[in-house]
């Protein structure tokens, strides 16, 4: 996800949306060269999150996390979650920063009960979660490669051309 993705994207539930000129966002493309991932379906944006570089090197703050209605429980959370924490990793990144929500479910402020299920665990402020890339990220290529595998099969496969041969070879009659 880059700053050029960002206009026109809100939040499904709260209508929040992030410019391209937001300082963190700003911040986050200039050190990592991506503000976040999102998952599509044809044209259309299903689920994003986006980060934000913190003031301690290696750890990076959820932002912005949300799946639209209609696609969620299917583990489209988690999904994002992994492409980011890979994305991260990557960049040697050590730790992702969150704000857990116990009753009010906000995109900068996920249910408490999914940054669990995702790997998240509670740091010493029970507002924030942690979820420590050293131990989660072992494979840090294979995990990436998983969520693009993934969302390729999202994508529509173009049909075979009419009359053409599947082998590649034309048929001779």
């Known amino acids: 996800m880059t700053l050029a993705e960002l206009p026109g994207l809100s939040c499904p539930y709260c209508g929040r949306t992030v410019g391209a000129d937001t300082p963190w966002a700003i911040q986050a493309a200039t050190l990592w060269g991506w503000?976040?991932?999102k998952l599509t379906e044809g044209d259309r944006v299903d689920g994003l999150l986006l980060l934000s570089p913190t003031e301690e090197p290696g750890q990076a703050r959820l932002a912005c996390l949300w799946v639209g209605p209609g696609s969620t429980g299917v583990g489209h959370g988690r999904h994002l979650v992994q492409a980011a924490a890979a994305g991260l990793?990557?960049?040697k990144g050590r730790a992702i920063l969150a704000r857990?929500?116990?009753?009010t479910v906000r995109c900068d402020a996920p249910p408490r009960d999914f940054l669990r299920a995702v790997g998240f665990t509670r740091s010493l402020d029970e507002?924030?979660?942690?979820l420590?890339?050293?131990r989660t990220v072992a494979d840090h290529n294979g995990v990436r490669g998983a969520f693009e595998r993934f969302l390729q099969?999202?994508?529509p496969v173009p049909p075979n051309p009419a009359g053409g041969a599947i082998s590649g070879r034309a048929n001779r009659g």
């Open 100 to 103: 857990g929500s116990r009753q």
């Open 132 to 134: 420590d890339l050293d």
């Open 153 to 155: 099969s999202l994508r």
């Open 35 to 37: 503000c976040g991932v």
């Open 127 to 130: 507002r924030l979660w942690h």
């Open 89 to 91: 990793a990557q960049q």
